[in-house]
């Protein structure tokens, strides 16, 4: 028996849709098309798709988002986003959601239809490693962070923060070692960028109830330890 793949098309241009949703069919492919970030969200949770297909300008709303609900929900399902020829950061901010790759239009079908077979044959991604203390677990692969169920809105530089904290865990760590993790590369860091991306970050942790306390170590840097012992 044949194993067919199913792919949601999320495009909210008619005929492109049509036309591309017609000849992935005469590839072999069973294909389901959305026109919305609603209409994509509700197909995601009722079916199984193998891999989706994403038009990021929808009209109610950003794709990435979408992107970002497959991972949340920990969904294998590979993404391939399509963009316009000079949406570079559009296409960034996809890749940077979780989208496995991108195709940019106008674009033939024949190449989408072996991107799609190429992100298919890919193994599964290795199972994401966690960081975790007193109930925040942060994804180091999926760069999220969740307290509890409670995914916490945090940015990259938050994230980045947290991350080098959570790797040394009851660890004094020094700022340098923070700044380098947090603003490598960027060439105007002022002196108290990092304690106020700090304080900010022990807000967040604050407000989502979680536990672990963030110090700071006057003249050396800060420190993330379990409320909880032992
Ligand atoms: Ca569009």
Request: glycine share 6%.
């Amino acid at each position: 028996m044949r194993w067919i793949v199913r792919l949601l098309l999320v495009e909210d241009n008619d005929r492109l849709a049509l036309l591309t949703k017609l000849e992935l069919e005469r590839m072999g492919f069973a294909v389901d098309r959305a026109a919305s970030v609603a209409e994509a969200e509700a197909a995601i949770r009722a079916s199984r798709f193998d891999l989706m297909i994403l038009d990021l300008g929808l009209p109610d709303g950003d794709g990435t988002s979408i992107i970002r609900e497959i991972r949340m929900r920990r969904l294998p399902t590979p993404v391939l986003i399509l963009t316009a020829r000079e949406g570079l950061d559009d296409r960034v901010a996809g890749l940077d959601a979780g989208a496995d790759d991108y195709l940019v239009k106008p674009f033939e079908v024949r190449e989408l239809a072996a991107r799609c077979r190429a992100l298919l044959r890919r193994p599964a991604a290795p199972l994401s490693s966690c960081l975790t203390i007193d109930g925040l677990e942060l994804d180091t692969s999926q760069r999220t962070v969740r307290a509890g169920e409670e995914v916490l809105p945090l940015g990259r530089r938050e994230i980045a923060l947290l991350e080098s904290l959570l790797r040394r865990p009851g660890q004094v760590v020094p700022r340098e070692v923070l700044e380098q993790a947090v603003y490598a590369g960027e060439e105007e860091v002022t002196p108290n960028a990092l304690d106020a991306l700090v304080s900010r970050l022990r807000r967040r942790l604050s407000q989502a109830g979680v536990d672990a306390v963030l110090r700071t170590v006057h003249g050396v840097g800060y420190m993330l330890s379990a409320a909880r012992t032992g």
